[in-house]
């Protein structure tokens, strides 16, 4: 774990890192085989609660825990911190189960929706509803139209709302877990419609929950990855890439040096607010600059603790003589 100003990133190979957006919790999906199971952490007591009902499908086998979900697959916490939203199901082939809660006491709980229906969450519309991405046609070869499903935490349907995406195209394979996240305060949604495409001719769809009308279209940055999370920055979604993340406009961005690999990195929406800051290195070298240059406060340390301890050794060998 790495705590650079507002911001604290957990490092993690073979797994996906869900924050907070107040900075001050993770969930880490599992990893080796010994370690497997999801794991909430809070940064500020150092609380760490393993969800030992879920299990890995690239690690587990089955029986071995009654849920299981993909390593890569994002989580999403409630507002008020107590639960996370996970994209998970039951071992049988045919499930009704497309998601769970988990909460700090290490339940985990289900959320059934009907098994005819391809569905992903996509966050939480308050402490008590969660949203879906519901994919109308065939999947994934013909998709013909999306809807955003709300239920409570049962799975029960509260309403469906049509998506309108009016000038904007939908992909005939739109959908998997990353397709869509809501906004901080579960007014908004975004679609990931470009998912795919090249960044300068891609765009996605900020939607309203409601009505279900696109707000505004979001030019997807160049460089973009696809099967990885977006941040948010306010209401503004904030796109990962090989040197952290920023904004379609790139009015907010957030650096990481490169050797500690933020290629799908999920940022806390704390480390992205406030005026934007470009520090010594930002304006020497951007964002691709020469590595050790991020590191020029430790290097400058580093020389001048050499420059005195040259200049204690020499002041003993000048005592020393006759």
Request: aromatic share 8%; proline share 7%; with cysteine.
């Amino acid at each position: 774990m790495r705590y650079a100003g507002s911001r604290a990133r957990l490092r993690h190979r073979a797994g996906a890192v869900t924050e907070r957006p107040q900075d001050r919790r993770v969930r880490r999906s599992g990893g080796a085989r010994a370690d497997r199971s999801p794991a909430l952490w809070d940064l500020t007591t150092g609380q760490r609660v393993t969800l030992t009902d879920i299990g890995a499908n690239a690690s587990d086998v089955e029986g071995s825990s009654p849920y299981w979900t993909q390593q890569q697959a994002p989580g999403f916490w409630s507002p008020d911190e107590q639960r996370v939203l996970l994209f998970a199901t039951t071992w049988e082939r045919r499930s009704d189960v497309n998601a769970v809660v988990a909460g700090w006491d290490g339940t985990v709980s289900p959320l059934r929706t009907p098994q005819e229906s391809t569905r992903w969450p996509m966050g939480w519309v308050d402490d008590g509803h969660v949203a879906w991405l519901r994919i109308l046609g065939v999947w994934p070869d013909s998709v013909t139209g999306v809807r955003i499903v709300v239920t409570d935490l049962t799975g029960r349907q509260v309403r469906q709302v049509p998506v309108a995406l009016g000038d904007l195209s939908l992909p005939t394979d739109f959908g998997n877990q990353w397709a869509g996240s809501v906004a901080p305060g579960g007014r908004q949604a975004l679609l990931r419609l470009g998912q795919g495409g090249d960044g300068a001719s891609a765009f996605d769809a900020v939607v309203d929950l409601d009505t279900g009308r696109v707000v505004r279209s979001v030019a997807v940055p160049a460089g973009t990855p696809d099967g990885c999370a977006v941040s948010w920055s306010g209401q503004e979604p904030a796109y990962p890439g090989s040197a952290g993340v920023t904004t379609a406009d790139a009015a907010v961005g957030g650096r990481v040096d490169p050797p500690r690999g933020s290629w799908c990195s999920t940022w806390a929406a704390a480390a992205l607010a406030g005026p934007a800051h470009r520090g010594a290195v930002g304006w020497l070298a951007g964002l691709q600059g020469w590595a050790p240059l991020w590191w020029w406060r430790e290097t400058v340390w580093g020389l001048l603790a050499l420059v005195g301890l040259g200049w204690l050794w020499r002041a003993r060998r000048r005592r020393r003589r006759p």
